[in-house]
């Protein structure tokens, strides 16, 4: 118990910070070294990286539509319940079409904003342009996972 203290204690906040900060960025490294759930709960929930926000309501739909009960939690607690309903690469396909759904609808939006008012453009075009990374990702991790399904079958 000593030796666990005196660890603690001879940690510096610098390196706290630097720890902290090397376990949030995630952006370098390529999804096949990631697990799809991992790349789910971190990148698609976080509006930073996914250029919308999936609010509980949201989530809540989702599972409904994979006719699965959500309860109301934080978001990352309700989409690893949601997640635990995955069992097959048609259920993880389920999912992707009913979250790339919500990102369209929310792009829309976007593109009406701007057409609203064309001096937002800068702020919602890098919102776009992260749905369209975010949904390629999405698009690829399908693809491999019916590459995978196919070799299993």
């Given at each position: 118990m000593n030796?666990?203290?005196?660890?603690f204690s001879n940690i510096s906040i610098d390196e706290l910070k630097q720890r902290s900060m090397n376990n949030d960025g995630d952006e370098d490294i390529e999804l096949e070294d990631r697990s799809y759930v991992d790349f789910i709960l971190t990148d698609v929930l976080a509006p930073a990286k996914c250029g919308v926000y999936f609010s509980k309501n949201d989530i809540r739909n989702v599972g409904l539509m994979m006719e699965e009960k959500i309860q109301l939690h934080e978001r990352k607690r309700m989409m690893k319940q949601l997640l635990k309903s995955i069992n097959s690469a048609d259920r993880l396909s389920e999912l992707m079409l009913n979250l790339k759904s919500i990102?369209?609808?929310?792009t829309k939006i976007y593109e009406e904003l701007?057409?609203?008012?064309?001096?937002?453009?800068?702020?919602?075009n890098e919102h776009i342009e992260k749905t369209v990374s975010i949904k390629s990702k999405m698009d690829s991790i399908?693809?491999?996972?019916k590459q995978e399904s196919l070799f299993i079958e």
């Amino acid at each position: 118990m000593n030796n666990l203290f005196e660890e603690f204690s001879n940690i510096s906040i610098d390196e706290l910070k630097q720890r902290s900060m090397n376990n949030d960025g995630d952006e370098d490294i390529e999804l096949e070294d990631r697990s799809y759930v991992d790349f789910i709960l971190t990148d698609v929930l976080a509006p930073a990286k996914c250029g919308v926000y999936f609010s509980k309501n949201d989530i809540r739909n989702v599972g409904l539509m994979m006719e699965e009960k959500i309860q109301l939690h934080e978001r990352k607690r309700m989409m690893k319940q949601l997640l635990k309903s995955i069992n097959s690469a048609d259920r993880l396909s389920e999912l992707m079409l009913n979250l790339k759904s919500i990102i369209d609808e929310r792009t829309k939006i976007y593109e009406e904003l701007v057409s609203i008012s064309p001096s937002s453009k800068d702020i919602f075009n890098e919102h776009i342009e992260k749905t369209v990374s975010i949904k390629s990702k999405m698009d690829s991790i399908l693809e491999e996972v019916k590459q995978e399904s196919l070799f299993i079958e």
